[in-house]
């Protein structure tokens, strides 16, 4: 496949399952070190991990059909079809749910563009990649459920204001090494946090003025990106 062609939904849906069992299994061997804050423990078995793998799904599945405000526990542990109280061994409530979904949506994210950019017919240089970034957000934008509402941080006061931040040093920290960037380097850290708040907000606007996003502005957000960046990466 091309490069810069996005994932149909069959492989990315097979690639995102594959790639929640990684970060599962990279939690249990972290000990709970990569676990978001409002995570309470980190599964220690395989059984564990399957099952905060289920109540996880549920949660996007439900996201997707009823919305963030009608979201409760108890509907995602019927969906999962585990006791509540597994629920709440892993979490307090479903901010917390939500929250851990966004954190394995943003490791999904960047494992998805670390394959493409490892791929034997990747396109080389630094645009080829900023096409690959956005290219992988809206196939799993369109492709994977629960993102349309909860992307990276969660849809509901009060705001994560350092959402952006972190994906934004996350992708240049993963673009680093094949472009040969300086990931410590302010100005790019800078540069990298503008454009992914740039990207985010035209991104919206696709996705508001069209349910699979506007190709339009989805062309004018890649090329935004490129003469805003050759200011940096050139």
């Not at 062609?5 to 995102?16: A, S, V």
């Not at 954190?103 to 990649?129: E, K, S």
């Not at 509402?149 to 090494?177: I, K, Q, Y």
């Amino acid at each position: 496949m091309h490069a810069l062609c996005p994932r149909p939904f069959r492989q990315i849906h097979t690639l995102t399952t594959t790639l929640t069992h990684t970060w599962l299994r990279s939690l249990i061997r972290s000990g709970g070190e990569q676990l978001p804050t409002p995570f309470r423990r980190v599964p220690v078995q395989q059984r564990s991990a399957r099952r905060l793998a289920r109540i996880l799904d549920a949660c996007a599945e439900l996201l997707d059909e009823t919305g963030y405000e009608e979201l409760s526990t108890r509907a995602v542990a019927g969906r999962a079809g585990v006791p509540i109280g597994s629920v709440y061994r892993f979490f307090p409530n479903k901010r917390a749910m939500a929250e851990a979904l966004a954190r394995r949506n943003l490791d999904a994210y960047a494992d998805l563009i670390t394959a493409r950019l490892a791929a034997p017919d990747a396109v080389v240089g630094w645009r080829a990649a900023m096409d690959v970034v956005i290219d992988e957000y809206l196939a799993m934008k369109r492709t994977v459920p629960g993102f349309a509402l909860v992307e990276f941080t969660v849809p509901a006061p009060p705001a994560d204001r350092r959402a952006n931040h972190d994906v934004a040093d996350r992708l240049l920290a993963l673009l680093a090494a094949p472009l040969g960037l300086d990931a410590a380097d302010e100005r790019l850290r800078t540069a990298f946090l503008v454009g992914v708040e740039t990207a985010d907000a035209l991104l919206q606007l696709a996705f508001r003025t069209d349910p699979g996003g506007d190709t339009a502005i989805v062309t004018e957000c890649k090329e935004l990106l490129r003469a805003y960046l050759a200011r940096y990466l050139d």
